[in-house]
Nanobody, 122 residues
């Protein structure tokens, strides 16, 4: 089982990025896929998650209206489109897979990727 994030980088405030989470060794249809982030000196924070079997999506209040999670089940990949980025969005972003969706309880997720760095300059 493997999750590989990509798409991070350096962007100016107000800019956009699209993160990808490519899964292998299992089918995302059977799992909830979540995005979490962790900034230096801060606790890990849930951002968004999706149940790809029915398309339900969930967002943290801090990103509602700016971030969009989606999936391509044929590619076994989940995406996080991030618009109107702010300096406070700077963090390492991780994707995770688990049996139940949550943007609060990270312990529900069984598998984690290595993370991709997102840096938003002011």
């Amino acid at each position: 089982v493997q999750l590989v994030e990509s798409g991070g980088g350096l962007v100016q405030a107000g800019g956009s990025l699209r993160l990808s989470c490519a899964a292998s060794g299992f089918t995302i249809d059977d799992h909830a896929i979540g995005w979490f982030r962790q900034a230096p000196g801060k606790e890990r924070e849930g951002v968004s998650c999706i149940t790809t079997s029915d398309g339900r999506t969930y967002y943290a209040d801090s990103v509602k209206g700016r971030f969009t999670i989606s999936s391509d089940n044929g590619k076994n990949t989940v995406y996080l489109r991030m618009n109107s980025l702010k300096p406070e969005d700077t963090a390492v972003y991780y994707c995770a897979a688990g049996p139940l969706p949550s943007v609060v309880v990270a312990d529900l997720y069984d598998y984690w990727g290595q993370g991709t760095q997102v840096t938003v300059s002011s």
